[in-house]
């Protein structure tokens, strides 16, 4: 089983739509969680950190369940420049602070 | 702030040369980067983290000799393929972890590389 698993996609949805995304991990001593943001051939740019509480920040919303292991991240009102893959993205435990990627989720907003 | 950057951003090596690819953080200190590689639609795989002064800690099925890791300064890390190979093709990135916290990384643009 994948440490970190993702729907790959693709998402093709219209302007303006609203959008969720949905991540498992597997390893329940991850510590800190987050979305990252690729465009094609491109590095993976911080989208934002997900805490326990669920955090916002402007159209992005993320959310964590610690108990079902379980990520999200909703885009509202989709923009044509949220086109991009989305990596699930798990921060474990280690003395290195090492970042264990998920394979993406495509999006593809429309006009 | 918090800038990596990597060179080259793309090469191009016959089989059995052996390539270096520069990460250096240019505007903070980094003890530790780190260095990935992608295959097309596949995601990052982290290779080795790169300690400042030590030896870097190679991931599963990284072979250390191939892939040699020098990170002789806060600033800067190499990784140089060795006797590189078609299937050594990928997109190398590194990544630099700032030295007083909190503990982001910050990634570089990565390297392209294509062995024919």
């Known amino acids: 089983r994948k440490e970190v698993e993702q729907d790959p996609g693709p998402f093709n949805v219209p302007e303006g739509a609203t959008v969720a995304f949905n991540c498992t991990y597997s390893?329940?001593?991850?510590?800190?969680f987050f979305w990252y943001r690729q465009d094609c051939r491109k590095e993976p740019k911080l989208l934002m950190s997900v805490y326990s509480s669920g955090n916002e920040d402007g159209r992005f919303t993320a959310q964590l369940n610690r108990a079902s292991q379980y990520i999200s991240l909703l885009i509202r009102d989709s923009k044509l420049s949220d086109s991009a893959t989305y990596l699930c993205v798990v921060k474990l435990n280690t003395g290195f602070q090492k970042l264990v990627f998920g394979t993406g989720t495509r999006l593809l907003v429309s006009p | 702030g918090a800038v990596v950057s990597q060179h080259p951003s793309r090469v191009i090596c016959k089989s059995g040369t052996s390539v270096k690819i520069e990460c250096r953080s240019l505007?903070?200190?980094?003890?530790?980067m780190f260095w990935y590689r992608q295959f097309p639609k596949q995601s990052l795989m982290l290779m080795a983290t790169s300690n400042e002064g030590s030896k870097a800690t190679y991931e599963q099925g990284v072979e250390k000799d191939k892939f040699l890791i020098n990170h002789a300064s806060l600033t800067l890390s190499t990784l140089t393929v060795t006797s590189a190979h078609p299937e050594d093709s990928s997109f190398y990135i590194c990544s630099a972890s700032p030295t007083s916290g909190p503990y982001e990384q910050y990634f570089g643009p990565g390297t392209r590389l294509t062995v024919t």
């Open positions: 505007d903070f200190q980094a003890t530790t």
């Open positions: 390893n329940s001593a991850s510590q800190s």
